[in-house]
């Protein structure tokens, strides 16, 4: 599977970023996707999930109501929208893919089969 992401930049806190990350090679439905995040100094960190083949969703409690992941099958990407960003979501985000048995939404890294290359976010204040 190779992913590539796309929709960083900067922004300042309260505005808005769509990330999108392009996937080919899928070749199974058992495939969760996922963005993480790391920040400078800090442990890469899992943000959300997606199951491909249900649509499930998981977050990071810490992000729901700001944060919404999707999915769109026809084009084979994912999305990360971002809303009222803070500082503290300053990172790379990066895309990834796993595949998961019966119907776990969570992805832990050590199940990740891709990454994508990262894109930076940084949110000024």
């Known amino acids: 599977v190779q992913l590539v992401e796309s929709g960083g930049g900067l922004v300042q806190a309260g505005g808005s970023l769509r990330l999108s990350c392009a996937a080919s090679g899928l070749s199974s439905s058992n495939y969760v996707m996922g963005w993480f995040r790391q920040a400078p100094g800090k442990e890469r960190e899992f943000v959300a999930g997606?199951?491909?083949?249900?649509?499930?969703?998981i977050f990071v409690d810490s992000l729901k109501g700001r944060f919404t992941i999707s999915r769109d099958n026809a084009k084979s990407t994912i999305y990360l929208q971002m809303n009222n960003l803070k500082l503290d979501d300053t990172a790379v985000y990066f895309c990834?893919?796993?595949?998961?048995?019966?119907?776990?939404?969570?992805?832990?890294?050590?199940?990740?089969?891709?990454w994508g290359q990262g894109t930076q976010v940084t949110v000024s204040s």
């Open positions: 990834a893919a796993g595949r998961r048995a019966g119907s776990s939404l969570y992805l832990p890294q050590s199940a990740v089969d891709s």
């Open positions: 997606i199951r491909w083949n249900s649509g499930g969703l």
